[in-house]
């Protein structure tokens, strides 16, 4: 018995389908939801989201957001997300460079535009290493 599945970005659909287990990036820590999974209500960090269905995996960044459970259903709605196969590693690494001069710039002020260029940072970078890493085969099922 599957459980449903849909990561929603801001602007998409990034994933919807029925699979056999989720992995979130939870702010309290990674947790696995199976089919019937008691309800819950938890806000994500920046990671990696893992789906699986028969055996085959798939990938996901995601910069924040929440995620709603229920016994038959998980509806994810993050801040950014996409298929880590998606990733244009060159554009992640420009974004990169951007924020890393940016904050050079910027300086260790509290600032609308330093959190913001903090934020890029932090995403071009997860973005990176999730590229670099699942496209590898490295990983197991709750690895980011």
Do not use: W
Not at 34 to 45: F, S
Not at 54 to 70: I, S, W
Not at 85 to 107: F, H, Q, T, V, Y
């Amino acid at each position: 018995m599957p459980i449903h599945c849909e990561i929603i970005s801001q602007d998409r659909i990034v994933f919807q389908d029925d699979v056999d287990i989720v992995v979130l990036p939870g702010e309290e820590g990674v947790m696995g939801i199976l089919p019937n999974h008691a309800p819950l209500l938890t806000t994500l960090k920046y990671g990696i989201i893992t789906v699986r269905k028969k055996g085959e995996e798939q990938y996901f960044t995601v910069a924040g957001g929440v995620a709603e459970v229920l016994p038959e259903e998980v509806v994810i709605l993050a801040d950014a997300a996409e298929n880590v196969m998606e990733i244009n590693l060159a554009r992640a690494e420009e974004a990169r460079r951007r924020a890393e001069e940016l904050l050079s710039k910027i300086g260790d002020v509290d600032t609308d535009e330093y959190l913001a260029a903090q934020a890029a940072l932090r995403r071009s970078t997860l973005r990176i290493s999730a590229a670099q890493r699942y496209r590898s085969g490295q990983p197991r099922i709750g690895g980011g």
